[in-house]
């Protein structure tokens, strides 16, 4: 047995069904040795980035590791920006890269894999040789899945060939069941609860799954807390009476006046971040208690009064059990003023929008996407690439369930959307895919891959808000009155270059042409996309 077959072997055994990759002469062997034994499925991308991408897409859709390969030297450069966006977002992934023979500095491609690596934030596992390959990359695959963070996976050009002997790897790609916190600070945390006149519960992307969401809602019953998420876990309590939805910027007036008059805010699995809070201001004069998981969860504000960490279940029920061990009443904090601001935001948000005049060629913004969310299905996943417009698109496109929202801007960066979108359309072909993205960030990475989505084929559906330019910049130098023609970017004809593709598409710029989209969602038989004109002195957050 060949190198490049016992590491191919080795993703079989590690569970490993979806691989995206662009080869090289460092790793072509290996991809070519997991299609041949049929591990699993291999998706080929046109840039590494948007390879690295879609495993990160692939992993926040299903809570797995998403795998990647690319070849070394700019096969890696080109990763950069993706593998930050991973570490950022604590996402576990693994990165089979190549490299090239230690000692040939002469090598076009040569350069220091392991300090760019350790620069975006992912940690790095050398293939040290034959004898040790499995044992090493499966080190690649704890780390990842236990730490949840990108980590690279080194592997020597010379050694692709070397011979070795059949290697096994026992390594489960599954996180350990964690304990449910106790003892005193649970006891506090309780306390605290108990003294509350109106407490909130809050969850976040680390609360999501079934276990946690069940003894969540038992445990707001229980307090009679409204509920609230993080913008990552979005839909988490849909169907839930006292739902209040996102918490922060993309709240609404009943849930951020519901939010400011709580006393006391208990948060599972959530960051408690600065877009979540406001900048701090929903956590001004309350009492907050944060429960994580595990201590890779990463707080980016202040300390809040206690911290627990456990089994996020586990947590919510043994402090549903101290509350009826002590007697403790529910607050009352869910009556009926509640419950009728709650139906009347949402009988407000089911009243169709006029459309608004805008310049000629192009349509009113939050109306038209109104329009488009009624004509998809509404179990769909949601890719939104960064944007000013992207506020509107969360606001305006909700999921169904947070595994089904793939965030995209951990590192603050457009044009990360397409890639996470074939990844998530790859990992759940159940459901159409929704990608959202500007102009510039679709130039910047998207117009690339069109050939793979064409090849691929899958159930997506990709918006562009083309109003023509880089709006976040356009917005400040309007703002200051000075000329916006350096933010005017001139985009080519999207829905030509979608067609010559072999996607289907076609440009909106008035309501027929609105109406006609739509109607083109409900017929789709494959990808469609969709150029949505847009004026850009009149996009609204």
């Known amino acids: ?46 840039h590494e980035a948007n390879a690295v991408l879609a495993a ?57 894999q392991r300090a760019l690596v350790e620069a975006t934030g992912a940690a790095f596992v050398e293939l040290r040789g034959p004898e040790t390959a499995l044992s090493d990359l499966e080190q690649a695959f704890r780390i990842a899945a236990l730490q ?58 680390g609360a999501i799954d079934d276990r946690a969401r069940a003894a969540l809602v038992a445990l707001s019953a229980r307090l009679e807390a409204p509920l609230a998420t993080t913008l990552k876990a979005q839909a988490l309590f849909r169907g839930e009476p006292f739902n209040l939805g996102v918490s922060g910027n993309l709240s609404h007036p009943t849930a951020i006046d519901t939010i400011m008059k709580s006393d006391c805010i208990i948060a599972f699995g959530a960051s408690l971040g ?3 809070t406001e900048g ?45 061990l002590a007697e403790i009443p529910g607050s009352a904090a869910t009556d009926s003023a509640l419950a009728e601001g709650l139906a009347a935001e949402a009988a407000a948000r089911a009243v169709p ?49 947070p595994q089904d929202l793939v965030f995209t801007a951990h590192f603050g960066g457009i044009g990360c959307g397409t890639g996470q979108a074939i990844g998530a359309a790859v990992a759940v072909p159940d459901r159409p895919t929704v990608l959202v993205a500007g102009a510039g960030g679709f130039v910047l990475s998207g117009v690339g891959e069109l ?40 985009p080519p004809d999207f829905a030509a270059l979608g067609t010559a593709a072999g996607i289907a598409s076609l440009c909106v710029r008035d309501e027929a042409e609105l109406d006609a989209a739509c109607r083109a969602i409900r017929d789709r038989k494959g990808p469609l996309m969709i150029d949505l004109r847009l004026d850009p002195a009149k996009i609204e957050k």
């Not at 179990?379 to 909700?398: H, K, M, Q, T, Y």
């Not at 808000?465 to 916006?484: H, K």
Request: glycine share 10%.
């Open 1 to 46: 047995m060949k190198m490049h077959q016992l590491l191919a072997d080795g993703l079989r055994q590690l569970g490993v069904g979806h691989l995206f990759g662009l080869i090289g002469d460092a790793n072509l062997f290996l991809v070519q040795a997991y299609c041949t034994a049929g591990a699993g499925r291999y998706v080929a991308c046109n």
């Open 56 to 112: 990160i897409g692939y992993a926040q859709t299903t809570g797995r590791t998403g795998v990647a390969t690319v070849t070394h030297g700019p096969g890696l450069t080109n990763c950069a920006t993706a593998l930050t966006e991973a570490a950022r977002g604590g996402i576990a992934l693994v990165l089979l890269c190549g490299d090239t023979i230690p000692g040939d500095a002469q090598h076009l491609q040569n350069t220091n």
């Open 148 to 205: 949840r963070r990108p980590v690279v996976f080194n592997m020597r050009v010379d050694l692709q060939w070397a011979d070795v002997a059949p290697q096994k790897t026992g390594f489960a790609i599954t996180r350990p069941q964690s304990q449910p916190a106790g003892g005193e600070a649970l006891e506090e945390a309780v306390a605290m609860l108990a003294a509350a006149r109106r407490p909130l519960l809050l969850a976040g992307r």
């Open 274 to 276: 600065k877009y979540t």
């Open 280 to 324: 701090g201001a929903y956590l001004k004069g309350k009492r907050v208690i944060q429960v994580l998981a595990d201590t890779h969860e990463t707080p980016w504000l202040e300390t809040p009064d206690i911290r627990l960490i456990g089994d996020i279940a586990g947590t919510a029920r043994a402090m549903a059990e101290l509350l009826d």
């Open 353 to 401: 929008l006029p459309f608004a005049p805008t310049a000629p060629g192009t349509v009113d913004f939050i109306p038209a996407l109104r329009r488009l969310d009624q004509a998809l299905p509404q179990e769909r996943v949601l890719v939104a690439d960064l944007g000013r417009f992207v506020f509107s698109v969360w606001r305006n496109l909700p999921v169904t369930r």
């Open 451 to 490: 050939s793979v989505i064409a090849r691929e084929q899958p159930d997506m559906v990709i918006i562009l808000c083309n109003d023509g330019s880089y709006g976040a910049e356009y917005i400040q130098f309007a703002n200051r009155n000075l000329p916006t023609d350096l933010s005017m970017i001139a």
